[in-house]
């Protein structure tokens, strides 16, 4: 299992991959936040009883898949997301009404930054999390939420494309894939044209959960 430490780390957590190597489905929309046939990525998940507490239910799963994800939420002080891990809309903002995916109370609960072509003011959402938009890049975003996590660590949240571009830069410490035993056929790939190997990652663990793998990914 992954330990904290007094350095902060870029982390990404609780990120669910296809056995052919997808993190997402196709043609994200309103419907299919997740893509087409996203959602079966993430069936392991939705059984946790920390996935139930999100949305203020009782009941859930315990067991190595609930203890990964509520050590997923452990020592975050900020998020990084993509524009489409925020919403559906493209382009500029037609205006202010879209406040992400998850209602009035998200499951952050600390500021979040959420990379985009088009500013938008920041806002605040009920229980804490403090939506700010950044037009400046990846590294850019990356200082702003190391800022603001006041010594925590800071979840890449995805999509694929965010956290394909933190890659790249070896901007990433370590990272936690969730393994799901489905093929989704199509849909944005996680490896797909990168050499993992030569960026300095390797898989440092492996755990067998009740719906998915736990794949453990550091930085040498």
């Given at each position: 299992m992954m330990e904290e430490s007094a350095v902060p780390k870029v982390v990404v957590r609780n990120f669910a991959i296809s056995l052919d190597g997808y993190g997402a489905?196709?043609?994200?929309?309103?419907?299919?936040?997740?893509?087409?046939?996203?959602?079966?990525?993430?069936?392991?998940a939705f059984k946790t009883r920390t996935f139930h507490r999100m949305f203020g239910k009782d009941g859930g799963s315990t067991g190595t898949d609930e203890d990964f994800s509520e050590k997923s939420f452990e020592n975050i002080g900020a998020w990084i997301l993509g524009r489409n891990m925020f919403g559906p809309v493209r382009g500029a903002w037609p205006d202010e009404n879209w406040k992400?995916?998850?209602?009035?109370?998200?499951?952050?609960?600390?500021?979040?930054?959420?990379?985009t072509?088009?500013?938008?003011?920041?806002?605040?959402?009920?229980?804490?999390?403090?939506?700010?938009?950044?037009?400046?890049g990846i590294e850019a975003a990356l200082d702003m939420a190391l800022a603001a996590a006041n010594g925590r660590d800071v979840r890449i949240g995805g999509g694929v494309s965010t956290i394909r571009q933190?890659?790249?830069a070896r901007l990433i410490d370590e990272l936690h894939l969730a393994l799901a035993p489905v093929f989704l056929g199509r849909g944005e790939p996680l490896f797909e044209g990168m050499d993992w190997p030569a960026l300095?990652?390797?898989?440092?663990?492996?755990?067998?959960?009740?719906?998915?793998?736990?794949?453990?990914?550091d930085k040498a």
């Open positions: 489905g196709p043609d994200q929309s309103l419907q299919n936040p997740l893509g087409v046939k996203g959602e079966e990525l993430h069936q392991w992400g995916w998850w209602g009035d109370e998200p499951p952050y609960h600390v500021p979040v930054f959420v990379l072509h088009h500013a938008r003011p920041s806002f605040t959402m009920q229980g804490g999390t403090v939506f700010h938009f950044v037009t400046d933190y890659m790249a300095g990652y390797r898989c440092t663990g492996a755990v067998a959960g009740e719906g998915a793998t736990h794949l453990i990914i």
